[in-house]
């Protein structure tokens, strides 16, 4: 497969859409993102990569760290991450808390905000520093240069009123063990690290890969934890619109409203994309193309 000349194709194809969307304002440090930044990487098993435009550039991954949250919460206590949040797509806003309230303060999943911060709870038993450890777990992933952006941190933290709640609520109901300050505090971490579109397709090449980093050999998940954490990510992995992109593009993925989308072809690649531009349900509205023109032409989805 020519790679190379199918990225360089579709980029040409999908920038016209440039214009069509918003870059993320609620969180203020995002609204200042250039938005007609857009790149495409990939990275295969065998150790390939393939892109174009501003795949070399780092953004505010947001919510993909979800997947490290979880990936690394299983890799501490296995199933019983499963006992403090659900595995079903909510069908609702990433930050409800109506639907929190009606299952009685546990989320439906651990890609929703709710999920996420339930999940965060439970490395903090785990974890001495939560912060670093997490840069070290991405570091396994073969990814040296990751950082959080102080500013995107100290943004979430001054504007993070609906996450505050979530976590306030899920305490109230027994579900959050820890100072919910401490939660907040690794969650807004998380969510501002920083990665390139190619080094967001190599950290996820362990999930395409049975759970095993194909450069160092080393094993992040079992077989099966694996191929469970992609059934969440292509039931749960996009919001509101997760059907509608299982609809359109057949991979497993995740998005993030800082512009960035990373999925995976199991044994073969991993693909990222970032544009800034989202639509109503946060998600890259290039991203989403991009991927779905992929699958269309290789023959690739998971269907």
């Not at 016209?16 to 609620?26: E, I, K, W």
């Not at 059907?243 to 990373?262: C, D, H, R, T």
């Amino acid at each position: 497969m020519k790679y190379q000349a199918l990225l360089d194709e579709i980029y040409s194809e999908v920038l016209p859409m440039l214009g069509n969307g918003r870059v993320a304002d609620y969180i203020p440090a995002l609204s200042h993102i250039d938005p007609t930044k857009f790149g495409i990487a990939i990275e295969t098993i065998e150790g390939e990569r393939f892109e174009v435009g501003d795949s070399q550039e780092q953004f505010s991954i947001q919510s993909i760290s979800k997947v490290f949250n979880l990936a690394l919460c299983i890799r501490l206590i296995g199933d019983q991450v499963w006992e403090r949040v659900g595995i079903e797509p909510s069908g609702n806003p990433f930050n409800s808390l109506v639907q929190l309230e009606y299952e009685k303060g546990i989320p439906r999943n651990p890609f929703i905000n709710a999920g996420a911060l339930a999940v965060t709870d439970l490395l903090l038993d785990h974890l001495d520093q939560p912060n670093g450890d997490m840069l070290k777990f991405v570091e396994k992933l073969q990814c040296s240069n990751v950082k959080f952006n102080s500013v995107v941190v100290q943004s979430e933290k001054d504007h993070g009123f609906s996450n505050a709640a979530l976590v306030n609520f899920m305490k109230a109901y027994g579900n959050i063990n820890h100072e919910i300050d401490e939660v907040l505090d690794t969650y807004y971490h998380q969510c501002s690290i920083e990665m390139s579109c190619a080094e967001l397709a190599r950290s996820f090449l362990f999930l395409a890969n049975a759970g095993v980093v194909p450069a160092s050999g080393e094993r992040i998940l079992n077989v099966s934890a694996a191929k469970r954490v992609n059934a969440i990510m292509l039931t749960c992995g996009f919001y509101d619109q997760a059907g509608a992109f299982a609809y359109q593009v057949g991979l497993p993925g995740k998005s993030g409203v800082g512009g960035g989308i990373v999925a995976v072809v199991p044994g073969e690649l991993s693909i990222a994309v970032w544009s800034p531009e989202l639509n109503e349900q946060g998600n890259s509205i290039l991203g989403i193309k991009v991927l779905e023109l992929f699958t269309t032409r290789t023959g690739k989805s998971i269907f």
